[in-house]
């Protein structure tokens, strides 16, 4: 795994050295990261870095993951798509798997850390734990427009926190608790990020029986109906009728989330017949994720709703042409017609997409501008020191962090 050095020829030596300050004035502060899987979807990928390189900076850094059986995790993906406003039955029943689940969480977790920084709803009612020390709500999700029962329910804990943090203005609520605005990040130098030899991209194209004859679509996301894979395919119909081109979508699935293999199957039901959709099941595997990007021509993101978009970042930083939906993170990464398109249908996907392999001058100065703003804004050394000064901030009353 990269050191913090390593960033110096990306972002120069003096980010790494305010860094490293920031660093020294943490020290002898236990954070403990909890949240509800360990590998798959955009929380675990951010901490499986950040964890590592805050440590390195000095800042005892702690990870710690809530169990959960089936039905907790299909309550908590309830709540999940009733926060981003889709419609869901969430039942009284439902509350009361989810306080079970957490009660068992409140009694096996220790809550050990100076500062314990809880990722979204799943592991939200530890906060019950609360002592003398500091706790942040980090909310991945947007909420601006949730479903008030489920939101309803979560701001009962939410108020007990000490901060809660938003990845955007557009993305929070009006709260009685201080928030806090940090997008995400990307890291540059991690497996999934870095640059690859030309030969890992080749072999990972033939493990998948994908060649390259015809421009690669590509959306990488987890089977998830908000992330509109069928819209994808359809998008992708639309495109073909024109010009002939070869469509991937690849996923794995994320523990915490149980919908995964039945939208994985209504995928491959839908795309049985086409010999140029590939459907990937993916390992867990950065080095391919990041090969798949690389070999695209166009990555597509047809989210329905998202919270930050990390594949768009991923995809920018690849200098990819990049269509995706005007949802969530996704319009603070791509500046439409400047660093990507956005759309807003099937329609306007293929649109876009048609545009795009037509033009390929274009398609190519999109993907540059998109790289630029995904330096300039979302790399993991500039979320590190939001974080840092973040941390800091607690010990300090508000009026003086605002004078700061
Ligand atoms: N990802 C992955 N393998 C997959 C699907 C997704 O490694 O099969 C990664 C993807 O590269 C990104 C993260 O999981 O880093 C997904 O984050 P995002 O914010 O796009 O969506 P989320 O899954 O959190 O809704």
Not at 96 to 115: C, H, V
Request: hydrophobic content about 40%; charged content about 25%; overall charge neutral.
């Amino acid at each position: 795994m990269a050191k913090i050095e390593e960033y110096i020829p990306l972002v120069g030596q003096a980010v790494i050295d305010d860094l490293k300050l920031l660093g020294e004035r943490l020290k002898g502060r236990v954070v403990q990261h909890i949240n509800s899987t360990p590998v798959g979807g955009g929380v675990a990928e951010i901490l499986n870095r950040m964890v590592p390189l805050l440590k390195e900076l000095g800042v005892d850094t702690k990870w710690d993951v809530i169990k959960g059986g089936e039905q907790f995790f299909e309550v908590t993906k309830k709540f999940h798509n009733a926060l981003h406003g889709r419609t869901e039955e969430v039942t009284q029943r439902d509350f009361e798997i989810f306080m079970e689940t957490s009660q068992q969480n409140i009694e096996n977790i220790d809550t050990y850390g100076d500062i314990v920084f809880i990722h979204d709803p799943q592991p939200i009612a530890l906060i019950k734990k609360k002592a003398v020390n500091k706790w942040l709500w980090r909310c991945h999700v947007d909420v601006s427009e949730p479903n008030e029962k489920v939101w309803g329910f979560l701001m009962d804990f939410i108020t007990k926190y000490d901060s809660a943090v938003f990845s955007a203005p557009a993305f929070s609520r009006k709260l009685p608790i201080r928030q806090f605005l940090i997008p995400p990040s990307i890291d540059p130098l991690s497996d999934k990020n870095r640059e690859l030899p030309e030969e890992t991209i080749n072999s990972v194209l033939r493990k998948y029986d994908i060649e390259k004859d015809k421009p690669i679509l590509i959306q990488i996301s987890r089977f998830d109906r908000l992330k509109d894979p069928l819209g994808v395919i359809d998008a992708y119909l639309q495109v073909k009728k024109y010009i002939d081109c070869q469509l991937v979508l690849a996923g794995g699935t994320a523990e915490d989330d149980p919908e995964g293999f039945k939208v994985l199957s209504e995928v491959q039901e839908k795309a049985k017949n086409d010999r140029d959709i590939h459907i990937l099941l993916l390992p867990q595997n950065d080095i391919e994720v990041n090969a798949l990007q690389r070999a695209a021509d166009i990555i597509v993101q047809k989210s329905l709703k998202e919270g930050f978009g990390l594949t768009v970042a991923e995809a920018l930083w690849k200098a990819k042409p990049v269509v995706a939906s005007n949802v969530g993170g996704i319009p603070l990464q791509i500046k439409h017609k400047y660093s990507g398109l956005l759309c807003y249908s099937v329609e306007g996907a293929s649109f876009a997409i048609k545009q795009l392999l037509s033009s390929p001058e274009y398609a190519k100065k999109l993907g540059a501008n998109g790289r630029e703003h995904i330096k300039n804004n979302f790399l993991i050394t500039r979320h590190l020191r939001d974080y840092m000064l973040l941390f800091l901030s607690l010990y300090y009353p508000e009026d003086i962090v605002r004078l700061c």
